[in-house]
């Protein structure tokens, strides 16, 4: 297993990003190698929470363990606190940076399979909220999405309300709020978008994955946008547990989800 720390420049951010990449493609295998050696790998692109940063699941959960046990990659982008969406600030497309210019980079970098039911998204809070709309808005990159603690309260929060300092930094990631809400940065308005192609025959679903910890504040929210999930004919699976918005709970799902949701190799 090869833990590997890129710096690449961004055109799309318009700076050197970081990400760790878990590599699958140095097991103590000499039959491994022989067999392996044109392997192109399945891929799961795992986003950070608020606050968090690149190094977060490696640092707080056993992700190389199960990467490693499941031959599966694993690309970690730094997404600030962005909520993984295009920004009104300039060079701040964080949206278009993870459904696309990241994805490209790294299968130029990286024997990665350019296949799109290789191709996975999953984040957890912050991170959760990005791959749920970046794995609808770009389902034809992402066949399967998921979400663990989501959150997706973002647009509850009132034109004066604290919260949304604590969120994204004033108004700097969505912008008019009032206006944000009726675009694709809305999970639920890119849900509506992707239906409309999926009724006209020019888009499939991706298979989506929620779970949320009975003791978490974002489990209403949670439920309701599982039922627009449900109501729009997505193939869902909706998990909830014991669990508080911790690492504990987010490493429990990350496992589940590679060791018994993700299609094998």
Not at 7 to 21: D, G
Not at 215 to 239: I, S
Request: with cysteine; charged share 25%.
């Amino acid at each position: 297993m090869a833990l590997i720390q890129v710096n690449f420049q961004s055109n799309v951010l318009k700076r050197t990003v970081p990400v760790q990449v878990i590599l699958p493609a140095d097991k103590n295998d000499h039959i491994h190698y022989l067999h392996d050696r044109d392997k192109r790998y399945r891929t799961l692109y795992l986003l950070h929470g608020l606050y968090g940063n690149y190094m977060d699941w490696v640092s707080n959960s056993s992700i190389q363990l199960y990467a490693e046990e499941h031959d599966l990659a694993v690309v970690m982008p730094n997404g600030d606190n962005s909520f993984y969406v295009d920004q009104p600030v300039r060079n701040n497309d964080y949206g278009s940076f993870i459904g696309e210019e990241l994805v490209e980079v790294m299968r130029r970098m990286f024997p990665l399979s350019r296949k799109r039911e290789d191709t996975f998204i999953a984040g957890l809070s912050m991170g959760g909220y990005g791959a749920l709309r970046n794995g609808l808005k770009y389902a034809d990159t992402f066949s399967y999405v998921a979400g663990f603690s989501s959150a997706l309260h973002i647009f509850e929060a009132s034109p004066r309300d604290p919260r949304r300092r604590t969120l994204c930094g004033e108004d700097a990631c969505m912008g008019d709020w009032d206006e944000a809400v009726r675009t694709d940065k809305n999970p639920e308005v890119a849900l509506s978008q992707l239906k409309e192609k999926v009724d006209a025959g020019k888009a499939v679903y991706p298979q989506v994955f929620m779970s949320c910890g009975t003791e978490d504040d974002l489990l209403p929210v949670n439920r309701t946008f599982r039922d627009k999930l449900t109501a729009a004919g997505v193939p869902l699976t909706y998990e909830e547990a014991p669990g508080a918005h911790e690492w504990s709970f987010w490493d429990k799902y990350v496992c589940r989800i590679i060791e018994d949701w993700l299609p094998k190799d």
